[in-house]
């Protein structure tokens, strides 16, 4: 079982930058593929980037790629999403996942576990 909280969310201005935390307990964290999705008013949940159970294969959608960085630590039992130049479309509740396996995956339905979700809002 694997329980996962997402913080760093908040209000930015377009251009500006913030770095979105997932905490995971259980001891085979680093067993876990994790990802992180978005889900923005009135649509629907989105895949934003995702890394394997090592780190060393990444995966981001053509939206973010350039400007999102996903990484992980091992030692902390936490997931980071680092986001620079955001723009007012990016603006959605960003959602922690895990999959016990290895690789990279994209859609929702791999994920065996979420998170609460936090919200980021982007200003124009």
């Known amino acids: 079982q694997v329980q996962l909280v997402e913080s760093g969310g908040g209000l930015v201005q377009a251009g500006g930058s913030l770095r979105l935390s997932c905490a995971a307990s259980?001891?085979?964290?680093?067993?876990?593929?994790m990802g992180w999705f978005r889900q923005a008013p009135g649509k629907e949940r989105e895949f934003v980037a995702a890394?394997?159970?090592?780190?060393?294969?990444?995966y981001y959608a053509d939206s973010v790629k350039g400007r999102f960085t996903i990484s992980r630590d091992k030692a902390k039992n936490t997931v980071y999403l680092q986001m620079n130049s955001l723009k007012p479309e990016d603006t959605a509740v960003y959602y922690c996942?895990?999959?016990?396996?290895?690789?990279?995956?994209?859609?929702?339905?791999?994920?065996?576990?979420w998170g609460q979700g936090t919200q980021v809002t982007v200003s124009s």
């Open positions: 259980g001891r085979t964290f680093s067993t876990y593929a």
């Open positions: 996942a895990a999959r016990y396996s290895g690789g990279t995956y994209l859609h929702d339905d791999d994920y065996d576990y």
């Open positions: 890394i394997n159970w090592s780190g060393g294969s990444t």
